[in-house]
């Protein structure tokens, strides 16, 4: 079907709960158009009941709305001014400038995060992992900023909060009790950990802090692992280790793990075993062609497997965008894809890929599932992750929250309807 033109849609926001039909849309660029029916902010089959709200799509391509698996809206400049970097050697050079920038910030965290936050729903996010961190420097004001954040945007965004010790759990005294409370307070979702052997030079250590806090708190594991070679698949068994010592099983995650790219296939499928059989999920960002993930290779072995933005113009880098068909598209380019088949896959690991690491229903247009979906001009599925077209609407559990790529807030109480259907 040709890319579709004509009047932009103009829906109105609908209330939670409420039936509304999203008409004449294209379900992953079918070549016939249909209607979507919502109903309690899930998709219903059959047809609209009486009354419902309805929205014309215009022959729109209606996508499950997309996953943020990893992100750090706690360090990002987004919406501020201009922030020129200095060079660093290593996440200690990092780190320090993290504060340095924490500490020139005008705004607050809630106020940055949110912004970054809100940006991402109107390009179709759905839910995220966010890491906050948490050291001496900062106490827990990285985690209460994203926190406030989230709960500004309860109607739109499902959040995960990561207390992550980017300064290091063991070699940044103070940090391991400010995990506690964190945990404690249930004022996070997981707890973090990095490079236990290259960065704290303490693995055992690290590790059985931070597992020792999640089992007693009853809060999730997301561990930072950039070390390579041996170095990060000892961390890895380490993980691996403590995993089934706890009957920590689907609690797990493993973020970047750079250690495994480039194994050999016999290597690669022996850990990728027991990270499956531990059901140990993982997430990349897809950084280059020698670091993003195996995924297919993974997923033989029924590891979940999910993509996120990681920093977003932060004191690490200049780049980024929370924008997560961008980085399906980055997805496609390191991993040098052609075929309509492996781009349609990027996607679906952008959207299937984080929900399954978040323990999320699967936003798969099927009845049952999650009302949260794009609409998109385009004509079919490997193209729009090719050409990255703006997300014209965006809904979230039936609700209209982003349209002609601009964040709606709140939603008002009483909708007012444009049309009937039924």
């Known amino acids: 079907m040709p890319h579709v033109e004509g009047a932009p849609v103009q829906p109105s926001p609908s209330s939670p709960g409420a039936a509304v039909v999203f008409r004449d849309v294209r379900p992953f660029g079918a070549a016939r158009p249909t209607d979507l029916v919502v109903v309690d902010g899930r998709i219903a089959a059959g047809p609209a009941p009486r009354g419902a709200q309805v929205v014309d799509g215009g022959g729109r391509i209606a996508l499950p ?23 660093a050697s290593g996440i200690a050079d990092y780190a320090a400038q993290d504060v340095e920038l924490f500490r020139a910030q005008r705004r607050p965290v809630a106020e940055r995060a949110y912004g970054l936050m809100s940006h991402a729903v109107a390009r179709g996010t759905r839910a995220m992992r966010a890491h906050a961190d948490v050291a001496p420097a900062y106490g827990l004001a990285g985690a209460e900023g994203i926190a406030e954040a989230r709960e500004r945007l309860g109607h739109a965004l499902d959040v995960q909060i990561v207390a992550f010790p980017q300064h290091g759990v063991v070699r940044a005294p103070g940090t391991a009790a400010l995990l506690e409370r964190a945990a404690r307070e249930g004022l996070v979702d997981m707890i973090g950990g990095i490079d236990p052997i290259g960065f704290d030079h303490a693995p055992d250590e690290q590790l059985d ?22 170095t990060g698949l000892r961390a890895v068994r380490g993980i691996v280790e403590r995993t089934r010592a706890l009957s920590l099983a689907g609690k797990v995650t493993v973020s970047h793990v750079f250690c495994l790219p480039g194994l050999s296939d016999r290597e690669l499928g022996s850990i990728a075993a027991d990270l499956g059989e531990q059901d140990i999920a993982l997430t990349t960002v897809a950084p280059s062609d020698s670091l993003v993930l195996p995924i297919a290779r993974l997923r033989e072995h029924g590891v979940r497997v999910g993509l996120g933005s990681d920093g977003v113009r932060d004191s690490w880098s200049p780049f980024g965008d929370a924008d997560m068909l961008h980085r399906a598209h980055v997805l496609g380019r390191v991993t040098d894809v052609r075929l309509d088949e ?4 990027c996607y679906r690991v952008a959207a299937h890929g984080g929900a399954d690491v978040m323990g999320l229903a699967r936003a798969d247009l099927e009845p049952g599932a999650p009302a949260d979906f794009v609409l998109v ?10 050409d990255m077209p703006r997300r014209d609407v965006v809904v979230h559990g039936g609700v209209v929250v982003a349209r002609d790529g601009e964040f709606l807030g709140r939603p008002r109480r009483r909708a007012v309807p444009t049309g009937t259907g039924g």
């Open 65 to 87: 709305s997309l996953v943020d698996a990893h992100i750090h809206p706690d360090k990002t400049t987004w919406g501020g001014s201009w922030v020129s970097r200095k060079p």
């Open 209 to 230: 802090l931070v597992f020792d806090i999640a089992d007693r708190h009853g809060v999730d594991v997301d561990i930072h692992l950039h070390d390579r070679g041996e």
């Open 342 to 345: 492996e781009l349609a896959e």
């Open 377 to 386: 001009r385009g004509e079919c599925l490997p193209q729009v992750v090719v």
